[in-house]
């Protein structure tokens, strides 16, 4: 559906614009209200369709006279790139147009609003600021922006993972040393492993930068959780917890009614994933928050940038999570990372050992605690289902159990079945 506009003269236009500014903001406010942009952006075939359809690169349909006034008015404005990039196709000439007319509009507006304040001047008055019409000409600006930005901009990040693509990044060019190809990431798996080699069955290294940082910082850091949470399987299966209480009654009698539960009680439930479902509801939500918290931090750029590193998948430091200690007002003994400031006496080469280190031992820790984890659910697990591993008979990938039924969502979350 094309939306028909009348065929009028550039200076018809400016007469008619300029002829009432308070019809200008109705006419501005009306088609905010109507919400032509969307009818605008899906002028032309559906979607899905145009993108199976082979491209006619011989034939053009021609502009029509609307359309070639928004073009010679963009190149007039200083916007000739913009221009050629809507001359070359019908859908963008189409935006373009609907762009146009607010363009016309605000220029009227910016035009008479100078000259009132000429005359207020000449007047020995104080210009008067027209707020209302300021505001719709800033609702014309940013509607005419959806209007035209579609037919060219890069696929978003979201629409690329909803429509089943990798997210296009090539209007940012890669400046970063770290591994951006195929031929990086062979010469780091040879690092790695030279008995291995290099294995790649998802095609990663043919995708783009940003996709390769992303894929290995999710290594890194989930080679991280997988070491740990290993040690703690085997530190928690074997009965060792703190000696003192999870939760009880502050002093003063604040919550006198509070139950004493200690990490004994927790620990004599079973194993790990027993000990889980033991905890009290809001201990459970207490650790899922401190990790969102955590995970928040590692990736905010403001943290990044406050350490002198970029975000992973803008050429930073895969793995690299920044420091805590200096930017809360409130005093933070330690960082997460590195703690005790270990890697600030090691030199380059050894950094980029423990580095190598690090990747290997987080590949085999998470190797090792799924076979724990299916080992307690009376899977064969060679090497592991010969050990004395508590059996476990809830679901190890579900974070609530029964016992968390009065939070919500969980009861229907455990209605469901494979």
């Known amino acids: 559906m094309v939306v028909e506009t009348p065929e009028l003269a550039e200076s018809e236009k400016v007469d008619k614009f300029s002829a009432d500014r308070t019809e200008n903001r109705d006419a501005l406010q009306e088609l905010q209200n109507r919400n032509e942009t969307d009818e605008f952006i899906t002028l032309q075939q ?6 199976h359809e082979p ?7 021609p502009a029509t006279a609307e359309a070639e006034l928004g073009l010679r008015q963009h190149k007039e404005q200083g916007s000739p790139k913009l221009a050629s990039q809507c001359e070359a196709s019908d859908e963008g000439s189409h935006l373009i147009l609907y762009r146009s007319h607010f363009a016309v509009a605000d220029k009227m507006h910016q035009q008479q609003s100078t000259k009132d304040i000429k005359t207020s001047q000449e007047m020995g008055q104080s210009p008067r600021i027209d707020f209302d019409s300021s505001f719709a000409s800033m609702l014309a600006l940013s509607v005419s922006s959806v209007g035209y930005a579609t037919a060219f901009s890069r696929t978003t990040t979201i629409k690329a993972v909803a429509e089943g693509v990798a997210p296009d990044f090539s209007d940012k060019p890669w400046t970063s040393s770290e591994v951006k190809d195929a031929a990086g990431l062979k010469d780091l798996a040879i690092k790695l492993n030279p008995v ?3 294995w790649d069955p998802l095609n990663i290294g043919e995708t783009s930068p940003e996709t390769i940082g992303w894929f290995r910082h999710a290594e890194i850091k989930h080679g991280r959780v997988a070491m740990a949470a290993f040690v703690g399987y085997c530190v928690q299966a074997n009965g060792i917890c703190f000696p003192w209480a999870l939760q009880g009654p502050l002093p003063g009698g604040l919550n006198a009614d509070l139950p004493v539960i200690t990490f004994a009680d927790i620990s004599a439930a079973g194993g790990p994933s027993d000990q889980w479902d033991a905890l009290p509801s809001s201990a459970k939500l207490q650790i899922i928050g401190a990790i969102g918290f955590l995970e928040m931090c590692g990736e905010a750029s403001v943290f990044l940038e406050a350490d002198g ?5 803008r050429g930073g430091k895969p793995g690299y999570y920044p420091t805590l200690k200096d930017k809360f007002p409130h005093p933070i003994p330690l960082n997460l990372f590195d703690p005790f400031g270990l890697q ?3 030199s380059p080469e050894k950094k980029e050992k423990g580095l190598l280190a690090e990747i290997n031992n987080g590949r085999l820790a998470q190797i090792g605690i799924i076979g724990l984890i299916s080992a307690s659910k009376g899977l064969i ?7 004395n591993i508590p059996s476990y008979a809830g679901e190890p990938m579900a974070a609530f ?3 968390d039924s009065a939070l919500p969502y969980v ?3 455990l209605k469901f079945s494979l």
């Open 46 to 51: 559906p979607k899905l369709q145009r993108r």
């Open 55 to 61: 491209k006619d690169t011989t034939s053009k349909q």
């Open 196 to 198: 291995v080699g290099y």
């Open 309 to 313: 590193q970029q975000h992973y998948v």
């Open 344 to 346: 600030s006496k090691m």
């Open 381 to 387: 697990v060679p090497g592991l289902d010969s050990l």
């Open 401 to 403: 159990s029964a016992s």
């Open 411 to 413: 009861t229907d979350m």
